[in-house]
């Protein structure tokens, strides 16, 4: 299995994961809005034994959105890294601070009911006015 690395902005935080995307997508909801400070946040999950953290542990702040994600970014240069779901066993990496191509490409955008005016979508993917059901 190929392997992907990652890392943040300054260079001081770098990951892996396999390249083994369980899935991959746009979420166009309000919270990653602000916490991307983009219009949408691009993110792909991994098995959570899938995702290794190579460099900067003692750099890396956390923020919990809820008691089952908890999001990891660099005090340094504040890019956001990875998350971790273990309610789901999973990890997902922001797809943006990876160094290489994942084979999975982003698949749908969701919640699109909360989608700004002004960024016009013009692939093809399917659109989910909230979120997917989870399996
Ligand atoms: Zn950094
Ligand atoms: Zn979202």
Redesign the pocket.
Known sequence: MKILKGGCLCGAVEYEIKDDLIYSGY???????R?TGAP??STGGVKASDFKLNKGKSLLASFSKGENSTSYFCTKCSSNLYGEVPEYNMTYVMLGTLSQEPTLAPQWH??TGSKVEWFKITDNLPQYQEGLIKA
């Open positions: 979420c166009h909801c309000s919270e990653c809005r916490w949408f946040s969701i919640y």
